[in-house]
């Protein structure tokens, strides 16, 4: 089945120590969305990727990377983890950015910092 | 502008009765509306869309309805279940440079049997 998968589902990593989140689609689709979510909060995007354009929210921190190296896969660097950093994070996809094109979630990876 | 909540509003309806959840969004030129549904520890999940040239669309036992002159949205769940309960959240397609979804506050539903 067509889906977007994230890896791992459980991260945990240490203060300061750098973490890389990774996300795969099978659907090809377009645009690719990172998302964090904290406890009982809606997502909150962080970038997307248009095809290989970069998007980046003015909110946030540069201490969040991103890259796509194809289609299929994109990566989430956080360069030096806080504590408020440990949240879920979300990877989406859609097929086109406008239009009213559905964005398709993935399960998320739930990364604790210590 | 984007949601930001530390509570989340909780709606508790009784099994078999209908559920309304509500939605105020943000930009007048969103085009594009999503509903998802979120279970504990799980990505959110597609249940129903819209687009603004619609103002009510209906699913199995959902019902979408957009009012783009106060810039809300409600679902309705018919003959609420047990496997209804979870967090619900509607999501608004903009353009800011490029598109993209930003999501609402989110309601808690559950279900009291």
């Known amino acids: 089945d067509a889906m977007v998968i994230q890896n791992p589902r459980y991260q945990v990593t240490q203060f300061g120590k750098p973490v890389t989140l990774s996300c795969s689609q099978t659907l090809n689709h377009n645009v690719m969305y990172w998302y964090q979510q904290k406890s009982s909060q809606a997502p909150k995007l962080l970038f997307h990727y248009y095809d290989k354009d970069f998007n980046n929210e003015a909110d946030t921190p540069d201490n969040f990377q991103s890259r796509r190296p194809n289609t299929s896969f994109c990566f989430l660097d956080i360069r030096s983890p806080g504590l408020g950093d440990a949240a879920m994070y979300l990877c989406?996809?859609?097929?086109?950015?406008?239009?009213?094109?559905?964005?398709?979630f993935g399960p998320g990876t739930r990364l604790t910092v210590l | 502008g984007e949601s930001v909540g530390l509570h989340l509003p909780t709606l508790s309806v009784q099994e078999g009765d209908n559920s309304i959840i509500n939605c105020a969004y943000s930009?007048?030129?969103?085009?594009?509306f999503i509903w998802y549904k979120q279970e504990s520890g799980k990505g959110p999940q597609f249940i129903i869309d819209?687009?603004?040239?619609?103002d009510k669309r209906q699913g199995q036992r959902v019902t979408v309805l957009l009012n783009k002159t106060v810039k809300h949205l409600s679902l309705q769940i018919a003959a609420t279940q047990p496997g209804d309960s979870a967090v619900y959240f509607c999501a608004e397609n903009i353009f800011s440079g490029t598109y993209k979804y930003i999501f609402g506050t989110g309601t808690r539903l559950k279900v009291l049997a």
């Open positions: 819209i687009r603004s040239n619609m």
């Open positions: 930009n007048s030129a969103s085009d594009y």
């Open positions: 989406a996809t859609s097929r086109r950015g406008g239009g009213g094109h559905e964005q398709f």
